[in-house]
């Protein structure tokens, strides 16, 4: 498909540089701007547009209503032989798991399995940054996060649950991880903003206007209405799932507890995230990544050509040798955000 004609492609080194100073000028530290500005600029890299620079005028107004610390300093608590703590301090979680990160793989090669619970915290990214690092070491991981209430459990007639994504990275003898990343919804938030700002419609079955009926309208979901889970009952069980994983297991909001209704502008949810890290070397039989590939060749074997995370590798690759690619507009107002 032939790029739009405004599109400008940018070294992810520059983009990387760019959004560390807006996060930095509107209110972060210089190393959670860091933290961010990486995962922000691999999102967009990779083409996960939802995810990518469209999130920085809501990280802005989020830091300019008071709703977020961009300074807060994680607090991590040792709690057990393969139980970690870590108090987000009313920041972003990504800086929480950076600091956390090098004791959670140490324990999980030690004890076979690590567990992180972190609470107090604010997560507006994507989540398979937070666990393909560990699969490149040779680790399994599984991370869940919640949201802010806008998804109407099975049944329900209000929304109650977060689009509450799952994480999983594992990996293979050869080529790049198996990563997936997906909302429990039948479409994410993020990609809900997208097709309302483009004009566009949505399939029915993804959302509700705000008297419940079925709509195909992205601004009737946004506007009081709300997203379904995917797959019915079952999406809905996962969401549930996730809200007990990342917000009571962990100390964090549920995404219906928190109210940001007295910060105007706030985007970010406040709620919790938990990571799970396996050392499959302590596993028996073959090694995990041989059995991996086997796995890979068998479902080749069986006709699907694309596997979990196929995509955002070759569009890495791509960005990699030619730029990030962005409309014009976009950098534009990236630029004017950092203050040129």
């Known amino acids: 498909m032939p790029e739009p004609a405004d ?14 100073r807006i996060f930095e000028r509107h209110g ?15 999102a967009q890299r990779d083409g996960a547009d939802s995810h990518g620079v469209f999130r920085i005028p809501g990280y802005v107004a989020s830091l300019a209503s008071g709703w977020v610390d961009g300074h807060a300093d994680p607090r991590v608590e040792d709690a057990a032989a393969a139980f970690i703590r870590v108090d987000a301090g009313g920041g972003f979680a990504q800086p929480a798991l950076a600091v956390a990160r090098p004791l959670l793989a140490a324990k999980a090669r030690d ?18 940054p937070d666990v393909e690092p560990f699969a490149n070491e040779g680790l399994v991981a599984l991370t869940v996060v919640n949201s802010f209430a806008c998804v109407v459990p ?17 990996p293979r003898m050869q080529g790049e991880p198996l990563v997936f990343d997906l909302a ?12 309302a700002r ?19 309208d992205p601004q ?12 019915g009952y079952k999406g809905s069980a996962l969401s549930m799932m996730v809200e007990l994983l990342a917000a009571a297991l962990t100390g964090g909001h549920f995404s219906f507890e928190f109210d940001w209704s007295g910060h105007p502008g706030a985007q970010t949810p406040w709620t919790g995230q938990l990571v799970i890290v396996i050392d499959p070397s302590k596993g028996g039989g073959q090694a995990f990544a041989e059995r991996a590939e086997e796995l890979v060749r068998q479902l080749h074997g069986a006709g ?15 960005s990699r040798q030619l730029g990030v690619a962005l409309p014009a507009t976009t950098l534009q107002q990236l630029r004017q955000l950092a203050g040129h």
């Open 184 to 195: 429990t919804s039948a479409i994410a938030n993020g990609d809900v903003q997208i097709a």
């Open 28 to 42: 972060t530290s210089a190393q959670v701007a860091a933290c961010l500005a990486e995962n922000c600029a691999s």
């Open 7 to 20: 599109t400008v492609r940018l070294p992810f080194p520059e983009l990387v540089e760019l959004l560390q």
């Open 111 to 128: 004890a076979g399995i690590a567990l992180l619970a972190i609470r107090n915290s604010h997560h507006f990214g994507a989540l398979w």
């Open 220 to 231: 009737a979901i946004l506007d009081g209405g709300a997203l379904r889970p995917f797959g």
């Open 198 to 216: 483009e004009g566009r419609r949505l399939p029915l079955g993804y959302g509700v206007d705000r008297e419940g009926r079925d709509t195909d």
């Open 304 to 318: 699907q050509t694309r596997l979990p995370g196929d995509r955002r590798y070759h569009q890495r690759a791509q």
């Open 154 to 170: 099975h049944g329900g007639h209000r929304p109650l649950f977060g689009t509450n994504p799952i994480a999983f990275a594992a």
